[in-house]
Each structure stands twice: as structure tokens, then as C-alpha cells.
């Protein structure tokens, strides 16, 4: 009775969990568009220009708030969301994946964040949206500032290997740590890029919903394609021996 029921509840849920990740994936790309049009008309130009204006000594647009070495920590925290750092970070997962015999997901994992690089590029091109004026720059910049790519890189990058390496991995406490760590990195991210200054806190927040919302999608097509068997399952630790009569 106790293993039917085991059984039947874990059927559930890999019931409910690719419809819970479409569902993200659709809120997430409705608030990412409702923002966006926003965005567009500068419904949210005032609330921008008050949050950054707080991440700011007043009366010296110049000085972040806070000691000399936050400022310090926070360009190194933006650097976790280049694409430098994110090359390596993908490379190193890649090679994990195909060592431990995952070639399949590894395939998925480089479709997926080479998939969110493009969708991000085009959708800057598409915006063009100037960067904040309001204060100095705190780091370097070189394209448009809708939707931050920072935010949305990281948010695609660190939510999909969380995720993927999650569903390869048995264990609860493997799959929240795996995604307790994805989530917090992509969090500290976009808050370095408005602490810096290099964007309006809106880029910032639609980046999140759309990387987060590829990172669902990718989610949801990696439970379809293990579910078929086209993507190595998540492994489980062998029974330890039955002691000798």
C-alpha cells in the first residue's frame, strides 16, 4: 500500500511540474512584454529615476551609498553575468555533462544558452534603448540598455543549468541547492547593474522575466525530451548491499 501510493504521488508530480514550467513560462513572457510597453510610452521613466537617484549619496550623483568596497563588490558581481565568465561557466557545465555520459543534455544546455545569447542581442537591437544618464557609470558598456543582458544572460544561463543539472541529480537537497545558487546569482546580478548605474532598474526586471521565461521553456522541453528518453534522466545512487544472512 505504501509503495502504490509513493508511486502514485510521484506520477503526480511529474505531472504537475512540466505544467507548472509552462505556465512560468507564460506569465513570465506576459510580464515581460507588459513591461516592455511600458517601457516604451515612459510610464516607467519616474520610478526609474527615483531608484537610482536612492542608490545615491544625495546632492553627489557621483558617489553610490555605502562604503568604498560595496561599490568594489558590486563590479565584481556584474562580472558573473558577462559573457566571458558565462562562456566558461557553460564550457565548464558542458564538459561536466559529457564526462558523467550526459552528451544529450549537454547538446540541450548549449542550445539553451546559446538560444537566450541570440534572444537577447535581437532584443536590444529591437529596443535600442538609450542608458541612464541620470549618473556616472559605474562599469564599461557597449550596446542598448533594453532588457538588460546582464539580467537576462545570467537569468538563462544560471536558471538552466540549475534546472538541467537539478533533473540529472537525485536528491532534494542536489536539486535546491543546484537552484538556490542559480537564483541567488541572478538576483545579485541585476541589482549590481542598477547599483553601478549602467541600467534603468526596468531593463533589470525585464531581463529577469525573460531569461527566467527561457530558462522555463527550456525547462519544460528538457522534461518532454526525458520523458521520450532523449535526455539522460536524473541518476540515483546505487542500493547499498543487503547484509549476508
Not at 26 to 39: I, R, T
Not at 183 to 193: E, N, P
Amino acid at each position: 500500500m505504501l509503495i502504490a501510493s509513493g508511486l502514485t504521488g510521484r506520477l503526480r508530480l511529474n505531472e504537475a511540474v512540466p505544467l507548472v514550467s509552462i505556465g512560468l513560462v507564460g506569465l513570465l513572457g506576459w510580464g515581460f512584454v507588459a513591461l516592455a510597453g511600458e517601457v516604451m510610452e515612459g510610464e516607467t521613466l519616474g520610478l526609474d529615476r527615483r531608484i537610482l537617484l536612492a542608490l545615491r549619496v544625495a546632492g553627489n550623483a557621483t558617489d553610490p551609498i555605502g562604503p568604498s568596497w560595496l561599490e568594489e563588490s558590486a563590479r565584481d558581481i556584474t562580472g558573473l553575468g558577462g559573457h566571458v565568465v558565462l562562456g566558461l561557466i557553460t564550457c565548464s557545465a558542458l564538459l561536466y555533462l559529457r564526462m558523467t555520459g550526459r552528451s544529450r543534455a549537454a547538446l540541450l544546455v548549449l542550445a539553451s544558452i546559446g538560444g537566450g545569447m541570440v534572444l537577447s542581442a535581437l532584443l536590444k537591437l529591437g529596443f535600442d534603448r538609450p542608458r541612464p544618464d541620470l549618473v556616472p557609470h559605474g562599469a564599461r558598456v557597449y550596446t542598448a540598455s533594453f532588457p538588460s543582458g546582464h539580467a537576462m544572460l545570467s537569468a538563462a544561463t544560471y536558471l538552466t543549468l540549475g534546472a538541467l543539472l537539478a533533473r540529472v541529480h537525485a536528491g532534494r537537497g542536489m536539486k535546491l541547492f543546484f537552484l538556490g545558487i542559480a537564483i541567488a546569482l541572478t538576483i545579485l546580478i541585476g541589482v549590481s547593474r542598477v547599483y553601478l548605474g549602467v541600467h534603468w532598474p526596468s531593463d533589470v526586471l525585464a531581463g529577469w522575466c525573460g531569461g527566467a521565461a527561457w530558462a522555463a521553456l527550456c525547462w519544460y522541453v528538457a522534461l518532454l525530451l526525458q520523458r521520450e528518453g532523449e535526455v539522460e534522466g536524473e541518476r540515483r545512487a546505487p542500493s547499498p548491499p543487503s547484509p549476508s544472512a
